[in-house]
């Protein structure tokens, strides 16, 4: 057995620790790519969402390095996302691909179909071990989580532009190397120490800008089109309002450990605008874009894969959430044809906007 | 002065107007729908709905604002779900969400939450807090929709019978008992083809284009998921290996699963929509069960604000004449 499963942005190092932690052998797909991209969109209906299309195109590539097993979340809806595993395994029987998939997600009757799958992952191995699986994996998103607080708050601040990504870069190569929760610490307080040497303005003030919108694509650089580092380029604070550890607490977990906090108090921002919940993130949207108002924020950037319903429903309301608040939004929808010169030309034109507003200049209204 | 309830004659109205209409009416509430569409309506819609939306959503903004100013309340009701474990489409979730925080001058919203995802014991609660609006009392409200429910029964027993929804109102208009007068609406056609997708596609003329009765003109008989008994639907759609948890996306799977098995039926149309979420999967997963079948011709249409009738017409006219020489070369 040889398992495979879906990009997205830092996850395969976590998932790759548990199952290689339980002696499974892992097959990581090549890093998403245009190759990637493209090979999904063939293979996929044209309206599916585009986190659906790229799981397709790092399945085929999982396959020509060998993977024969998928292991993956699931749902039960209301966004497409619940029924992801259903559609790519009849799109990759018709490929002639004789992958078994093993899916992660609420059982339909009895907790014992959860258990039977992984199961099935895990062999006969004893629940302590997985368990130590799972602390290490948990460990290392943590720990993948505070870097990219670092990286966000330096690249609009380092002298030297570029440090803080290479920094960056080995940190987290060093805690997909780690073995054990104990080296995964070290890791961290070593970028720790190298993030901290790093020389910057900590006196600058930034403008900041908070990323609120769908999970795959704010978590997956290659599908964003870089959209954090370009911001931090053009001397923009970032934070993200979905970490790595919450998508895995909820998804690989099933939401054992406690809910996340942020999320509540975001729901419960949105009410006003979005009064139940729509599915995927949509009123998560709304409600840290209320939340990043409060907080102090001068802007707010929405990333949505086109199609997706969840995220339709908070850009409809968003405008007139920025309106009420007072705090430009952008929303930004990608799709396997966005080109990184556009987007760069809108966050340019937007970060504009924003450094105007922020000195007080008359006439900028949203 | 009665008051004037709107209904926007878009997304569930071919579903529930019935319903929806008898027990406003029990209760003394005058009903308006909005005008059958037009490009007008369709325009405005577009407008004000967000570029990334589906052709029905932004229908549906066109509709509500077609009935501002002539009406004193507009049903936008919350369709979160209407059968245990399964929902609408997101889109239905935050529907009036998106209407209130983009339409002006809007009349007071009914909006309460139809939610049976996991009981039924909700329901009326919910109908009960929109039948106090118009009566203060609560038997009133009680026989209203036990009328209602009675109508809607009627309904669909009618769509069952083939009966398509604009005729199935009309009979129900009429009030008399229609069934034996209409039950035999197509007569004398040398093909059956059936034409799957969501009831606010395939029976709103101008959005379909007159699908229906372009095929009745070419001599198809046609079939819609509306007429395929629940029953059957369930059966056909436990096929998945999973449980739908879109109620529309399974009414259409099974029936389209149900169709391919038909000996009787020469053809399969799939109608979907711009944008839409659910047909991107439904649609993948009954083409690729119809492909490799490779017993039943398959004709896949997505229809946008614009789409061409030169196109349609074009394509349908292919598709019925490959299936009539398929018929020939047997
Ligand atoms: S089911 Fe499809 S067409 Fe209907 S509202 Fe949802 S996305 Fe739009």
């Given at each position: 057995m040889k398992v495979t499963f879906p990009h997205m942005g830092n996850m395969y190092i976590c998932v790759k620790a548990l199952l290689e932690d339980m002696g499974v052998e892992v097959v990581v797909p090549p890093q998403t790519s245009k190759r990637t991209i493209s090979l999904g969109t063939r293979n996929s209906p044209e309206f599916a969402c585009l986190p659906m299309k790229v799981n397709i195109g790092n399945f085929i590539e999982a396959h020509e390095l060998g993977a024969d097993t998928i292991i993956m979340a699931g749902g039960v809806g209301p966004c497409r996302f619940g029924y992801y595993a259903q559609v790519q395994r009849e799109i990759l029987k018709d490929l002639g691909y004789d992958y078994k998939m093993v899916v992660l997600e609420p059982p339909e009757k009895h907790i014992s179909e959860l258990l039977g799958n992984i199961r099935y992952v895990t062999g006969n191995k004893s629940w302590f071990r997985v368990i130590k699986a799972l602390r290490l994996a948990w460990y290392k998103a943590r720990a993948l989580d505070e870097l990219e607080v670092w990286v966000h708050r330096l690249r609009p601040r380092e002298y030297q532009k570029g440090e803080a990504d290479r920094v960056y870069g080995q940190a987290i190569r060093d805690i997909d190397q780690a073995k054990s929760c104990r080296e995964v610490l070290g890791a961290a307080a070593k970028a720790g120490q190298k993030f901290g040497e790093i020389q910057a303005d900590w006196t600058k003030k930034c403008l900041k800008i908070g990323l609120v919108g769908e999970i795959f694509v704010v978590l997956e650089p290659f599908a964003n089109l870089n959209v954090e580092k370009h911001l931090g380029e053009l001397g923009v604070e970032v934070e993200r309002s979905i970490y790595l550890s919450e998508w895995i607490n909820e998804h690989l977990f099933m939401g054992?450990?406690?809910?996340?906090k942020s999320s509540k108090e975001a729901r419960k921002s949105a009410r006003p605008y979005i009064n139940h919940t729509v599915g995927g993130h949509g009123q998560d949207t709304i409600g840290h874009t209320v939340l990043y108002k409060q907080e102090g924020f001068d802007g707010v950037v929405q990333l949505a894969p086109f199609t997706c319903m969840p995220e339709i429903v908070a850009q409809s309301v968003l405008p007139k959430v920025s309106r009420d608040y007072n705090i430009p939004t952008l929303s930004l929808v990608v799709d396997e044809h966005a080109g990184e010169a556009g987007v760069m030309t809108r966050l340019e034109a937007f970060v504009d906007l924003l450094t105007r507003k922020a000195e007080g200049k008359e006439g900028v209204n949203l | 002065m009665k008051k004037r309830v709107g209904i926007p004659r878009a997304l569930l109205y071919y579903t529930y107007y019935p319903l929806w209409r008898e027990f406003f009416t029990s209760l003394g509430a005058e009903v308006v729908v909005s005008s059958p569409t037009t490009k007008g309506i369709l325009n405005q819609g577009v407008k004000k709905a967000v570029d990334e939306a589906c052709l029905p959503v932004k229908l549906y903004y066109g509709h509500v604002m077609d009935l501002i100013g002539k009406v004193d309340y507009l049903f936008l009701p919350r369709m979160v779900s209407v059968e245990a474990k399964t929902y609408i489409c997101p889109k239905f979730l935050g529907l009036p969400d998106m209407i209130r925080h983009n339409?002006?001058?809007?009349?007071?919203?009914?909006?309460?939450n139809i939610n049976r995802h996991k009981n039924d014991n909700q329901l009326y609660g919910a109908v009960y807090q929109v039948g106090k609006m118009f009566s203060a009392n609560p038997y009133n409200i009680y026989a209203a929709f036990n009328r209602a429910i009675k109508v809607q029964n009627r309904y669909e027993t009618l769509l069952q019978q083939g009966i398509l929804p604009f005729e199935a109102l009309s009979v129900l208009e009429r009030g008399d008992g229609g069934d034996k007068e209409t039950a035999t609406p197509q007569q004398g056609k040398d093909l059956t083809i059936a034409l799957v997708g969501h009831p606010y596609n395939i029976y709103d003329n101008y959005i379909s284009m007159n699908l229906i009765e372009k095929l009745k003109t070419m001599g198809a008989m046609v079939m819609t998921p509306e007429a395929v008994a629940p029953e059957v639907v369930e059966g056909e759609a436990n096929k998945l290996p999973k449980k739908m948890f879109w109620n529309m996306g399974k009414k259409m799977v099974g029936s389209a699963f149900h169709f391919l098995n038909r000996?009787?039926?020469d053809g399969i149309i799939h109608l979907a929509a711009f944008g839409c979420g659910p047909d991107s999967f439904t649609g993948e997963l009954v083409e690729r069960e119809v492909r490799r079948k490779k017993t039943v011709p398959f004709l896949n249409l997505t229809i946008d604000e614009h789409t061409g009738e030169a196109g349609i017409v074009t394509r349908l006219e292919a598709f019925v004449d490959m299936i009539r020489w398929k018929a020939v070369s047997q």
């Open positions: 054992l450990l406690r809910k996340v | 339409v002006d001058n809007l009349p007071t919203l009914i909006d309460v000996p009787d039926v």
